[in-house]
């Protein structure tokens, strides 16, 4: 039976480097060879760029349900925009049949973090 995970969170950044964002999540997306390309497309398309910024920050957002044998695949990309541009902050939340916690985007790192079960979508 396929598990699946619902990831959705956010990234905030200055607006000059959304570019070197995106650049660094679409390279590392491309560089996943081992898995289903139908479904990488699928799910890469769920990040979510500004076109345009209000003031001085800038939000890059991603909504989806994955299937759980692409959450390594999701976090190779959060990894790489971080490598790429350390002051990112930012929080998704994961929650499935085995994942049930956030991570934490902050000063170069992405750190996990539990999530009670009153803290889940689904209850």
């Not at 957002?61 to 490598?83: K, P, T």
């Amino acid at each position: 039976m396929a598990h699946y995970v619902s990831i959705r969170g956010w990234l905030e950044c200055e607006p000059e480097v959304v570019e070197e964002v995106r650049r660094a999540q679409q390279a590392a997306h491309h560089t996943a060879v081992a898995l289903s390309p139908d479904r990488l497309d699928r799910y890469a398309d769920a990040w979510c760029y500004p076109k345009v910024t209000s003031n001085w920050t800038a939000y890059i957002f991603f909504g989806a349900n994955i299937h759980d044998a692409f959450v390594g695949w999701f976090r190779s990309q959060l990894e790489a925009m971080v490598h790429v541009v350390p002051d990112l902050d930012g929080l998704f939340h994961l929650d499935g049949d085995h994942y049930r916690h956030a991570w934490r985007v902050h000063g170069g790192s992405i750190a996990e973090e539990p999530r009670s079960c009153s803290e889940s979508h689904d209850g």
